[in-house]
């Protein structure tokens, strides 16, 4: 098996799908995409995903996977241990609706194109980009923390790693990367440091990547 | 059985799960959320989804379901007959990237809150919001065309509805209304013509609704 995940270090969505990859103990390169250089704009990323944006998980007969839920449920169905979703209906709902304030509700709203348009068409200032993203930042974790203060244990629901932890662990390194501090959200917070600790999540930080940046 | 759907007429998250709901012929009771009014951030509304967004499902026990993917999911979980997935992994995967092209990409960028940011802390017109909107779903419909083209056929993918169809028909709603023509989307175009005949799309469209405001 070698599978090649196309990855930007510090960019939310590859980071989830690195952590559930490791969550699942399978191995692949990696790929990276230069967002600073606008690498996922050329040709030669388009051929991977004509969307021009990461990650996407090429398999073995060069078959292209694209949009990390759809990564991670597919990688749930072929890969089914260790689960990353619950097994009752009812709590898979509540794990995806954790996945989805951050997948829908945060993220796309603060990634590179959209800072690009910001900055570039409506001639915003980083200043005024930063105030954007911490807004949509904290009123997506107003929304999740009493989730999970109510569903979670060691984890975001539960005292295993789901779906909803591989989208929230990057958006806490989000958050701390555009100040938004994590006192308000203990429950976040501790599902969190608990993260940190765990080697799948340790693993894929932007920090430990092949193509980080680091002072 | 007795589901609530707490729905706005014109938003496109609640359609979707209109969509779903009717494809599996599922009955439901529909609470309308005046988005123009503000419904969805007075006390009332907060307690039935405190994150302030619509849908939400509330079901006979008073559990209540929210974000339109994750109750779109656990509504195939729960009512597998007529599929809105396809059965293979990879084509599961593939529905799912047409859905987040959608839901993560386009619509979390053109929605009231996002309109109301952009207008009320950025001082932007309406004219730029606008703009802005048919950016976005440009930019999304590109990336969904080829898709659409190369494993549709009467609908998305296949020729049965899927959860990329309750996502993909929301949206062209919203193109059609904001201006975005579909001639550069043939493809979208055609599921979009043949929807409009399906009787669960058709009881699901937004002028069909209680809560509907035409002129």
Same mark, same amino acid.
């Given at each position: 098996?070698?599978?090649?995940?196309?990855?930007?270090?510090?960019?939310?969505?590859?980071?989830?799908?690195?952590?559930?990859?490791?969550?699942?103990?399978?191995?692949?390169?990696?790929?990276?995409?230069? @967002?600073?250089?606008?690498?996922?704009?050329?040709?030669?990323?388009?051929?991977?995903?004509?969307?021009?944006?990461?990650?996407?998980?090429? @398999?073995?007969?060069?078959?292209? @996977?694209?949009?990390?839920?759809?990564? @991670?449920?597919?990688?749930?169905?072929?890969?089914?241990?260790?689960?990353?979703?619950?097994?009752?209906?009812?709590?898979?709902?509540?794990?995806?609706?954790?996945?989805?304030? /951050?997948?829908?509700?945060?993220?796309?709203?603060?990634?590179?194109?959209?800072?690009?348009?910001?900055?570039?068409?409506?001639?915003?200032?980083?200043?005024?980009?930063?105030?954007?993203?911490?807004?949509?930042?904290?009123?997506?974790?107003?929304?999740?923390?009493?989730?999970?203060?109510?569903?979670?244990?060691?984890?975001?629901?539960?005292?295993?790693?789901?779906?909803?932890?591989?989208?929230?662990?990057?958006?806490?390194?989000?958050?701390?990367?555009?100040?938004?501090?994590?006192?308000?959200?203990?429950?976040?917070?501790?599902?969190?440091?608990?993260?940190?600790?765990?080697?799948?999540?340790?693993?894929?930080?932007?920090?430990?990547?092949?193509?980080? /940046?680091?002072?």
């Amino acid at each position: 098996m070698t599978w090649t995940l196309h990855s930007a270090w510090r960019a939310g969505a590859p980071y989830r799908v690195r952590i559930g990859l490791n969550l699942k103990g399978c191995a692949y390169d990696y790929a990276a995409v230069d @967002l600073i250089r606008g690498d996922q704009r050329e040709p030669a990323y388009r051929a991977v995903n004509p969307q021009g944006l990461t990650p996407a998980l090429t @398999l073995d007969d060069r078959t292209v @996977l694209a949009q990390s839920l759809a990564i @991670l449920e597919w990688l749930e169905e072929t890969v089914p241990e260790p689960a990353i979703l619950p097994a009752a209906p009812l709590d898979r709902a509540m794990v995806r609706r954790m996945a989805g304030i /951050v997948a829908c509700d945060i993220h796309p709203l603060n990634n590179t194109r959209v800072g690009r348009y910001l900055q570039l068409e409506m001639g915003r200032s980083q200043e005024d980009y930063v105030a954007w993203m911490k807004h949509w930042i904290a009123e997506g974790f107003d929304a999740l923390e009493p989730l999970v203060a109510r569903h979670g244990g060691r984890f975001s629901f539960g005292d295993r790693p789901t779906i909803a932890d591989c989208c929230l662990i990057p958006q806490v390194y989000g958050a701390e990367r555009w100040g938004v501090g994590l006192a308000p959200y203990p429950a976040i917070a501790g599902v969190a440091a608990r993260a940190a600790e765990h080697p799948a999540f340790a693993a894929a930080h932007p920090d430990r990547q092949p193509d980080a /940046v680091t002072a």
